[in-house]
């Protein structure tokens, strides 16, 4: 229950234009049902000619008799012309709010979707880091795509009938007291009431299982969306290894468990609205036969039968159609739930209440015994990591692949927090600084370049609002990018593609050395920038990191002999420990795995 007041609530900001949809909804049904008041005269003065009477024992207000006093006056031609005119005028007004009933609840869905869509993609970009080491990316996207529309066609057809089919009900319930009034007997009343209620059983066993189906339909769609994500970023790797086939029969795996629960889910949808309708009718045939001997016996009218008759049936549509929504409100509930999980996700990385504003780098980064795992129940990922970084010195980080070195620059930008241990910046804990002017003040450089599907400009510029172009062009020189730059068909405003794969490697990575310094750090990190180059890019890539090394402060991952040479400080992480630090020279000559390493990966390259 409180998931479904919580869905409820996100149309609260849009109460407005619901409420007048609500407005609309009432004026349709009263307009719709209207008529049924019609069949009365129609029945007993028009077409049987008989008077229509009140029952003596009834008590009857004075409107209504005068009512009835003046159709039993009129002609039976003058009354079928202004039944037919009041028929006319009726539906043309029930047609009229039932545009705008239509349209206003079509634009509240689309605004609550707005708002979710909003919300969720602002959430995702507050979570921390560590949350999105643990979702599927593929899983993430479907909370905005798939389960924001299951929401949203919910509320355009679900909750519009949650609220319009009950006044419905409502509505004719009134004019089945009217009959009653009239002289529909209470046994028949009394019948109507015991047997309607079993209509909704199968409504509220089937809703159940339905939601489940919908849980599991809407985590197979975040399967599929996270292996399109995967094999379309990797066709290139998918092809040179000649999978094509095997990866079509794991797409059409998961795509053939998501139809199977898609017809699940229909099955239990579709079977409700006929078995609804099988024990409605059962109920209205008893109605009809129990009423038939009252209308024989002469006890009760032919119109106000008539009208008592049209009432249920009238009743019957909403009735169906409430029983679809439960199980459309199911559905949407499920999706409710992943999105709400999401919103509920606590953001790890946190500020301070009045953190400090880091306005400039002055002395050093200092590591006091940190450790880190990024599952707390495996084992530590950094133990005890006792590091000093200088001002303006060149830092390099050497090890085994998975000891260790990415994990220890990814949390002096606080992309993750150390376990135990504090990471100092100037003597202050990282966890008091404002996270905005801490990385405003650090320049990343992976060895998995990531660019936006945009011109160069809004590549090297990303993150200002105002592109300053002299400098534009001077960090492009720099990184030894604008000798290609020029030369693309539309300079610094062509579009690179999508994460850049209209241009080669070695021109991504420049243009996003170039954005990295674009906004002038202090402080510059490189992790493995080079790794995947070829000889040529690789060398110009490493150029153009040795001309903006100079004064900053530089932590290199290395992979190459030419970035690690001549570091200042050479660090070797191993198995999640600092094992030895020191020059070049002085690692050869006293530490066994840096000149393991060194031979393995650099003696070729040795002048």
């Known amino acids: 229950m409180k998931r479904y007041i919580r869905f409820i ?11 007048m949809a609500v407005v609309c909804m009432i004026l349709t049904t009263l307009f719709s049902a209207s008529p049924l008041g019609l069949i009365i005269p129609l029945v007993d003065k028009v077409i049987t000619g008989k008077q229509i009477i009140i029952p003596a024992n009834v008590y009857a207000p004075q409107v209504l008799t005068n009512i009835v006093v003046t159709i039993n006056e009129m002609s039976p031609l003058k009354l079928l012309n202004a039944l037919t005119i009041l028929l006319v005028i009726m539906f043309s007004l029930k047609g009229i ?98 047997l309607f209620p079993m209509i909704l059983y199968p409504v509220v066993k089937i809703g159940k299982r339905l939601r489940k189906i919908s849980k599991s339909s809407q985590e197979k769609v975040g399967d599929i969306n996270n292996m399109l994500l995967e094999t379309i970023a990797g066709i290139k790797l998918v092809k040179s290894f000649c999978m094509q086939d095997y990866e079509w029969k794991r797409f059409k795996e998961h795509n053939h468990s998501f139809y199977r629960l898609n017809m699940k889910s229909v099955k239990r949808m579709k079977i409700v609205s006929p078995m609804t309708e099988c024990m409605g ?49 199911q559905q949407a509930l499920a999706a409710a739930e992943r999105i ?64 260790g070195k990415s994990t220890l620059v990814n949390l002096i930008p606080r992309f993750y927090d150390p376990d135990s241990g504090e990471i100092k910046l100037d003597g202050k804990n990282l966890k008091d600084l404002e996270i905005k002017s801490l990385r405003e003040k650090i320049g990343f450089v992976t060895q998995e370049t990531l660019l936006f599907n945009d011109t160069v400009r809004a590549n090297i510029s990303y993150g200002h609002e105002e592109i300053d172009e002299d400098q534009l062009v001077r960090v492009a020189k720099a990184a030894n990018a604008h000798m290609f730059i020029k030369d693309f068909p539309e300079g610094y405003n062509t579009v690179i593609g999508e994460r850049g794969l209209k241009i080669s490697g070695g021109q991504r990575q420049r243009i996003a050395i170039a954005r990295a310094v674009y906004k002038n750090p202090p402080i510059l990190i490189f992790d493995e920038a080079t790794s995947q180059l070829d000889t040529e890019s690789e060398k110009l890539v490493q150029d153009a990191i040795n001309n903006l090394m100079q004064g900053r402060t530089v932590v290199v991952i290395a992979h190459r ?39 393995m990966q650099f003696a070729d390259q040795e002048k």
Not at 307 to 313: E, L, Q, R, S
Request: proline content about 3%.
């Open 97 to 194: 709010f039932e545009f705008f009933q239509n349209y206003l609840m079509t634009d509240v869905s689309q605004r609550v979707i707005r708002d979710v869509k909003n919300s969720t993609y602002k959430k995702l970009q507050e979570l921390s880091m560590d949350f999105y080491s643990r979702n599927p990316t593929g899983q993430l996207m479907s909370r905005i795509t798939y389960d924001a529309d299951v929401i949203r066609d919910a509320i355009s057809s679900g909750l519009a009938d949650t609220f319009y089919q009950p006044i419905q009900i409502i509505c004719y319930t009134a004019i089945l007291a009217g009959a009653i009034y009239l002289g529909v007997s209470w046994n028949l009343i009394f019948v109507s009431l015991i």
């Open 281 to 329: 009718i059962a109920c209205v045939a008893v109605i009809l036969w129990m009423a038939g001997k009252d209308i024989v016996s002469g006890m009760l009218s032919v119109g106000v039968f008539s009208t008592f008759i049209a009432a249920i049936f009238s009743m019957m549509k909403p009735v169906k159609k409430l029983s679809n929504v439960y199980g459309i409100n």
């Open 561 to 599: 002999l030419s970035t690690i040479k001549h570091s200042d400080k050479i660090v070797v992480i191993d198995k999640g420990r600092l094992a030895a630090s020191g020059t070049h020279k002085e690692l050869l000559s006293k530490n066994a795995l840096y000149k393991r390493l060194y031979e």
């Open 9 to 19: 609530k996100l149309i609260l900001p849009h109460s407005r234009v619901f409420i």
């Open 340 to 403: 709400f999980n999401l919103w509920d996700e606590p953001v790890t990385i946190q500020e301070k209440e009045k953190p400090i504003l880091f306005e400039s780098f002055k002395d050093n980064i200092v590591f006091e015994n940190v450790s880190f795992a990024y599952n707390k129940e495996k084992e530590n990922v950094l133990n005890g990591i006792n590091l000093t970084i200088e001002k303006g010195k060149i830092i390099a980080l050497v090890g085994p692949s998975g000891g």
